[in-house]
């Protein structure tokens, strides 16, 4: 099975800034990757697919890149609405594996 | 609008049983994969199955297999997890979510708002 591996696990930022969170895959997934933001009590939400593709609806200081086995969600400048925990997936094979989750906390 | 509502939680005993529902109003239910994805209190997103939109397609993870199934029925727009041999570590919130392929190999576009089921 692919193995999905996040970092950081906890992110602390304030609002207006820059943030990256790595996504590894233990095998090449080309670019079938998908990242979700979960808040509290609610159900995970689709932020990006083919690892740089925003969903429709989702803010464009959301990005995706990467292909392969390594891929980055980056927010270009925080704002309150964004902390949450976010997670990649894997969708290469059948497994759709998820990374752990990388919670991002205000500083 | 694409809507997706879990229900049949509740509480069983360890090697008890339990049958989840996933009923999908707003969209064509038949042409869509579905998955059910749990998630431990306090923990990460688990994937626990799938089924294509015609029934042809299940896999499992692993911990699941030979305990879990999963069906569906196109005329009731409704896919359902029957859980039996439940042990402790399969509570959760069980979510259903819709794939944006009808093979179940894609990304997850539309999620219900789970459902609790606790093994004590």
């Known amino acids: 099975d692919i193995q999905m591996t996040q970092s950081p696990s906890t992110l602390s930022a304030s609002v207006g800034d820059k943030v990256t969170i790595t996504c590894r895959a233990s095998q090449g997934i080309s670019s079938w990757l998908a990242w979700y933001q979960q808040k509290p009590g609610q159900a995970p939400k689709l932020l990006m697919y083919?690892?740089?593709t925003l969903e429709s609806g989702v803010p464009s200081r959301f990005s995706g890149s990467g292909s392969g086995t390594e891929f980055t969600l980056t927010i270009s400048s925080l704002q309150p609405d964004d902390f949450a925990t976010y997670y990649c997936?894997?969708?290469?094979?059948?497994?759709?594996?998820f990374g752990q989750g990388t919670k991002l906390e205000i500083k | 609008q694409v809507q997706l509502v879990e229900s049949g939680g509740g509480v069983a005993q360890p090697g008890g049983s339990l049958r989840l529902s996933c009923a999908a109003s707003g969209f064509t239910f038949s042409d869509y994969a579905i998955h059910w994805v749990r998630q431990a209190p306090g923990k990460g997103l688990d994937w626990v199955a799938v089924?294509?939109?015609?029934?042809?397609?299940?896999y499992y993870t692993d911990s699941v297999k030979g305990r879990f199934t999963v069906s569906r029925d196109n005329s009731k727009n409704t896919l359902y997890l029957q859980m039996n041999s439940l042990r402790v570590e399969d509570t959760a919130v069980y979510y259903c979510a819709r794939d944006f392929y009808g093979l179940g190999i894609g990304y997850f576009d539309y999620w219900g708002q789970g459902a609790l089921v606790t093994v004590s």
């Open positions: 083919k690892a740089s």
């Open positions: 997936q894997q969708y290469n094979s059948y497994s759709h594996s």
């Open positions: 089924m294509s939109y015609d029934g042809t397609v299940k």
